[in-house]
């Protein structure tokens, strides 16, 4: 079992950067595959970004594609998601998961954070 820690998130201008982190517990951290999430209030939670256990692949949702770039470290056992010229409708809770195998479908997540707030404001 892995426990995630999120922290990063906090009030900015739009156009503005944030970056979040992800600490994870698990001493076998690299054998996860890690993701962040987000979920504005009255929608479904949905995929940003995705990153393989070595870090050579990774994806992310159209609507983040050249502003959000996900990495980890694999010594730190954390994962980050740097977040660049922010727009109003990034306003949302952003959660990291971990999964066993490559996915961009949160329900092929196994462990989750608590979730950050990011609100950008215009």
């Known amino acids: 079992q892995v426990q995630l820690e999120v922290s990063g998130g906090g009030s900015v201008q739009a156009g503005g950067s944030l970056r979040l982190s992800c600490a994870a517990s698990?001493?076998?951290?690299?054998?996860?595959?890690m993701g962040w999430f987000r979920q504005a209030p009255g929608k479904e939670r949905e995929f940003v970004a995705a990153?393989?256990?070595?870090?050579?692949?990774?994806d992310s949702a159209d609507s983040v594609k050249g502003r959000f770039t996900i990495s980890r470290d694999n010594v730190k056992n954390t994962v980050y998601l740097q977040m660049n010229s922010l727009k109003p409708e990034d306003t949302a809770i952003y959660y990291c998961?971990?999964?066993?195998?490559?996915?961009?479908?949160?329900?092929?997540?196994?462990?989750w954070g608590q979730g950050t707030q990011v609100t950008v404001s215009s």
């Open positions: 698990a001493r076998t951290f690299s054998v996860y595959v």
């Open positions: 998961a971990a999964a066993q195998s490559y996915t961009l479908s949160r329900r092929g997540y196994d462990y």
């Open positions: 990153i393989s256990r070595s870090g050579i692949t990774t």
